[in-house]
């Protein structure tokens, strides 16, 4: 899924599957509204405990399938090891003035992982790179308009929340994707959360998030997508970040009541 493609909105990861379950239900809604959407993975996730690279590839693009993207791009770094370096951030800006999104999406950068830091400062130094005309780099300058960062399981300081009940168990199906690495789910009925047995979304085998018997992805996905929905009066939703101030236009149309 790597032809050339002119995009709206450009989501960036470490690995396969770290957008999906970050980012799934906004980029599943943006498809759906239209928008051109698409991923950048920097490396091929052969550092996982389960699966290989080609097992990852391959989940992908089912995943990539499932969402609706209209291009996927691995870049083919080194699992574990990427590097916040000049090369690799021209890398990245080719990708970004090939498909000219408007839109970046990018991983906090409050993270545990080396490679999720690295990536979220790679992105946005590629975004800022990508629009100066003597770059050692293909194609014609383009800076994207607005970046905003998805919150990785941070619990605070959000700018916005994203209502994602309707993409929600889509963006599961995606995850669901990575068999390799999440292995088979039970699929409980995420339209009604009151009815959703958390212990069905429990795997049985190694291949939890945490440790084996541990927490599995699924479960980690419901009960922070249904928390943030609470907060906004919502089924499930996906919270964002920005570095900039929100500029509102008319405060009586905002949608969440303050009493």
Not at 25 to 34: C, H, P, S, V
Not at 80 to 99: C, F, G, L, N, P
Not at 226 to 238: I, K, R
């Amino acid at each position: 899924m790597t032809e050339s493609v002119t995009l709206d909105v450009l989501a960036i990861g470490a690995h396969p599957d770290d957008v999906e379950i970050t980012s799934g239900g906004l980029l599943i809604k943006l498809a759906r509204m239209g928008r051109k959407v698409g991923v950048l993975d920097l490396a091929g996730g052969e550092m996982g405990t389960h699966g290989d690279e080609s097992d990852r590839s391959r989940e992908a693009d089912r995943a990539a399938e499932i969402m609706g993207l209209s291009y996927r791009h691995n870049l083919g770094l080194p699992d574990s090891a990427i590097q916040y370096d000049h090369e690799t951030k021209v890398k990245i800006a080719r990708i970004i003035r090939e498909t000219t999104p408007e839109l970046v999406i990018l991983p906090h950068w409050n993270q545990r992982h080396p490679d999720h830091l690295a990536c979220s400062r790679l992105g946005f130094d590629a975004c800022f790179l990508s629009g100066l005309k003597k770059l050692e780099a293909t194609g014609e300058p383009h800076r994207p308009r607005k970046i905003i960062y998805a919150s990785y399981f941070r619990n605070q300081d959000f700018s916005f929340l994203v209502d994602i009940s309707d993409a929600f168990p889509q963006k599961v199906e995606a995850v669901a994707a990575y068999e390799s690495q999440f292995g088979q789910m039970k699929k409980p009925d995420f339209a009604s959360p009151e009815t959703v047995n958390l212990a069905e979304l429990i795997e049985t085998d190694t291949r939890s998030v945490f440790s084996p018997g541990g927490l599995s992805v699924y479960d980690l996905m419901f009960t922070r997508a249904h928390a943030l929905g609470q907060q906004a009066n919502v089924q499930y939703a996906e919270a964002y970040t920005v570095k900039e101030n929100i500029l509102i236009d008319d405060p009586q149309k905002m949608p969440i009541r303050s009493i």
